[in-house]
């Protein structure tokens, strides 16, 4: 007798997605963050590929430590220089060290975070991303994210979605989700003739889409978002 694996099953269960069924049929997502996604109308996965990002973020090239100012956005490649502290104020868990990179010093903070603890060693070397404030006459960074310096590379050239949310809905469960479903993108319709697709030169509606979500690069992302405009203009004037 034949044995079928678990992972045959699950490309056969993926195979007969349909862009019309729940978001929840998507890997990762339970009722819970279902329930999240229907409170910014997204119900089926069509609706969660036309949730378009508000903004996108850019991870350039790091920076010396006394290079950055406050209020500034910026990625600093640096060590840890402290132990991870952790202290519990009230019902918060107040996570702090100390990084350096030879030109300066950072304090980075997090909440609710104790894990950290296992993450960060001195002597360790990571790329932080944060906003730099100013707190008792000492560099600050609030929930950096943090990279190695592989992972930075890699996400260097690209531009990252914003979305926007709801209570407890984060940006990174939005963005995996929308990753997840960019295979039945081909199924989305388009409605737009062909012969007005053709005569003004626009990309073809799936090319939009994945485009929109994770462009190649600025330029990438203006063609790609100009189609989806145009497709919103068209529809307008089409049924006045």
């Known amino acids: 007798m034949a044995v079928i694996s678990h992972g045959f099953i699950n490309d056969i269960k993926e195979i007969k997605m349909n862009i019309n069924d729940s978001v929840e049929s998507l ?13 910014l109308n997204i119900n089926s996965i069509d609706d969660l590929l036309r949730f378009y990002p508000r903004n996108y973020l850019s991870y350039g090239e790091t920076k010396d430590i006394s290079d950055t100012s406050v209020g500034e956005r910026v990625a600093i490649e640096a060590s840890v220089e402290s132990y991870v502290d952790i202290k519990k104020i009230r019902k918060l868990t107040l996570v702090t060290c100390m990084v350096k990179d030879g030109t300066g010093t950072v304090k980075l903070v997090w909440y609710n975070s104790p894990f950290l603890k296992q993450v ?12 730099i404030t100013l707190r008792n006459n000492q560099l600050t960074m609030e929930h950096p994210e943090y990279y190695t310096h592989e992972q930075y590379e890699k996400i260097k050239t690209f531009m990252q979605p914003v979305y926007p949310l709801t209570a407890g809905l984060n940006n990174k469960t939005v963005t995996k989700s929308v990753k997840a479903a960019l295979p039945l993108i081909s199924q989305m319709v388009d409605l737009i003739p062909r012969e007005i697709i053709d005569r003004f030169d626009l990309l073809p509606l799936d090319d939009a889409v994945k485009g929109v979500h994770f462009p190649r690069n600025f ?14 203009f068209f529809f307008y004037f089409t049924f006045l």
């Open 27 to 39: 890997k990762g997502i339970g009722p819970k963050t279902s329930a999240l996604f229907s409170k």
């Open 120 to 131: 960060f060693h001195i002597g360790q070397s990571f790329v932080f991303v944060g906003n």
């Open 219 to 232: 330029d990438n992302m203006l063609e790609c978002r100009n189609r989806l405009v145009f497709d919103e």
